[in-house]
């Protein structure tokens, strides 16, 4: 018996699939497998006795009216589908795992298996615990429904333990439920590569800092005094406010320009990665250890500057080991032994509360005093909103610039309004709601009407300043009538959301704008206009 797949292209009319089984019955063939093109045709793979019984079978179902094609095929569309996902998964530079929601692995890429060091054949369709212990993030997301971002993750494959760092989200349908998880790894050495990439980057020199605020200029002209010595400097400011731009652009005022910067955030890593990324390590330190051992970050600053940002989430025992650097100048790597002498200058930064981390206990004095020689402190957005005009029309024209798009201004109305908000994520939230808004209006100009609808502004702040603006309805009302017997809860419910839905859709006539003002899928509007036939 010979397999054969054809595609049978149609005009959709009613009993059309009658009459094509009937075809295929009287040729008496042996089907295997069926798929359909929605409106559009249908997929037959089946086997048959040879060539004769096939031409005939074509030939009949070509005479079937409404039939507009019917070719050979070399595969399934599925499994076209299942190629082109595989190489999707197999382009991507870390492993991709994935579990449905019974814990079995749905799709794992090849770099996956390397790292894991199993078959792909192996691994598709076997419960994840068999593969990667009961331990993985991955299944634990399955569980919880918590993502995870670059959790320290051991595997114990072949009697070797193997260290990685992953990242987990849940998968959920269209009724919020999990489904599924997909997880991404990575190992030591990609981290590295990360980390010594951010080095390459553009760097930002003390011109890249806009204000027209006198706390701002003060600082500037503070920080390009100390910017030329290599005395250790401590950068505070709530998050946000641009401690990494004020390090960035110190170091490229200082005699270290030449050398490298090497930003490194604290926070972002554990205990042992931290130590390991910072000190370096001897060959067989630890297991997965790289051969040949590794230089840690502050030999490769070696003459420039180490920027450790964060430094208020350092461990007690990294605490301890940060200030035998700054004290005598030298290295020892994870699991060495030698003191290696290392030129570094330190910028440290934090949002946290040293001083009161020190009476709890938390920081160490004497590594404070030791980093607190020149303190540095930049004030939040708030108490400086003279700079945010300048600042947020600066933003504007960076990301215009970096998304392609013709540079867009803001309505006299839109200064103030930024102006009057707190901005509690200061320069960085201020960024990320313009390029919300870059991205999503058509106009050239920011209006007031913009902000309401895709920022988080709120209008009693703004009511404060500014009179002349119309403002969003300050409340939503439903008419629920109440003759005798309560509603049910459910249809209370559904009149809310009608009348919630027809009005946004009333100023986003589409699906896809109201579902991004209501913060729902498309599908879930439709699915409502539909039901409610709004
Ligand atoms: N005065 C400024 N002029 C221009 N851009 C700024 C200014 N202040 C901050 N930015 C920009 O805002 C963003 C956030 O700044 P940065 O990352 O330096 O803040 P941070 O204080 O280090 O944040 P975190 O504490 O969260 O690490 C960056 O894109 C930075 O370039």
Excluded at 249 to 255: C, D, V
Excluded at 360 to 372: I, K, M, Q, T, V
């Amino acid at each position: 018996m010979q397999q054969y797949i054809i595609q049978i292209d149609f005009v959709d009319c009613p009993g059309l699939g009658y009459e094509i089984f009937k075809v295929t019955d009287k040729n008496n063939i042996n089907k295997i497998a069926m798929e359909v093109i929605p409106k559009h045709g249908m997929v037959i793979q089946f086997q048959c006795a040879g060539e004769e019984q096939v031409h005939s079978l074509v030939a009949d179902l070509r005479k079937i009216e409404n039939i507009t094609a019917v070719e050979f095929r070399t595969q399934m569309p599925y499994q076209e589908k299942e190629i082109e996902l595989r190489t999707i998964l197999n382009s991507v530079s870390e492993g991709v795992l994935a579990i449905d929601k019974d814990g079995i692995i749905s799709h794992i890429n090849e770099f996956a298996c390397k790292l894991l060091h199993c078959r792909l054949d192996k691994a598709i369709g076997v419960k994840v615990e068999a593969l990667v212990g009961e331990d993985s993030p991955v299944l634990a997301t399955l569980q919880s429904g918590n993502e995870y971002r670059l959790k320290e993750w051991t595997v114990k494959r072949k009697g070797r333990a193997l260290q990685f760092l992953s990242s987990s989200v849940p998968v959920k349908n269209d009724q919020e439920q999990i489904i599924g998880a997909v997880s991404t790894i990575q190992d030591f050495q990609q981290i590295e590569k990360v980390i010594l990439r951010a080095d390459k980057l553009q760097r930002l020199t003390f011109a890249d800092i806009v204000q027209q605020s006198q706390p701002m200029a003060q600082l500037i002209a503070a920080a390009r005094a100390v910017a030329r010595h290599s005395s250790t400097i401590l950068l505070r400011g709530e998050s946000g406010t641009g401690k990494e731009l004020f390090a960035t652009a110190i170091h490229e005022a200082s005699a270290r320009c030449r050398k490298p910067f090497i930003p490194i955030n604290c926070a972002a890593l554990t205990e042992t990665l931290l130590e390991s990324e910072l000190f370096g390590y001897e060959e067989g330190a630890f297991t997965g250890a790289a051969k040949g051992g590794k230089k840690g970050l502050f030999e490769q600053a070696n003459g420039g500057t180490l920027f450790l940002d964060e430094i208020g989430d350092v461990s007690p025992r990294l605490q301890v080991r940060l200030l035998r650097v700054l004290q005598d100048g030298t290295v020892r790597r994870v699991g060495g032994t030698k003191a290696v002498a290392v030129d570094v200058r330190v910028i440290a930064a934090t949002h946290r509360n040293l001083e009161q981390m020190i009476q709890s206990g938390e920081f160490r004095e004497d590594l404070y005093y030791r980093l607190n020689v020149i303190p540095l402190t930049i004030l939040p957005l708030r108490e400086r909103k003279e700079d945010i005009p300048l600042l947020a029309q600066h933003l504007i024209r960076k990301i215009c610039n970096r998304i392609n798009k013709a540079e867009v201004y803001l309505a006299k109305e839109s200064v103030e309004l930024l102006v009057a908000q707190k901005w509690p994520g200061n320069v960085r939230q201020l960024e990320n709601t313009l390029e919300r808004l870059i991205n999503l209006i058509d106009s050239t100009e920011i209006r007031p009407e913009h902000l309401w609808a895709w920022t988080d502004i709120t209008d009693n702040v703004a009511a404060k300043t500014i009179g002349n603006i119309s403002r969003k309805p300050q409340t939503l009302q439903v008419e629920i009538p109440l003759t005798g017997e309560w509603p049910r809860l459910k249809d209370i419910v559904a009149s809310v959301e009608k009348e919630v839905i027809t009005r946004v859709l009333k100023k986003y006539p589409s699906s896809r704008l109201a579902g991004q003002v209501l913060g729902v899928s498309n599908t879930t509007i439709l699915n409502k206009i539909h039901e409610y036939k709004i």
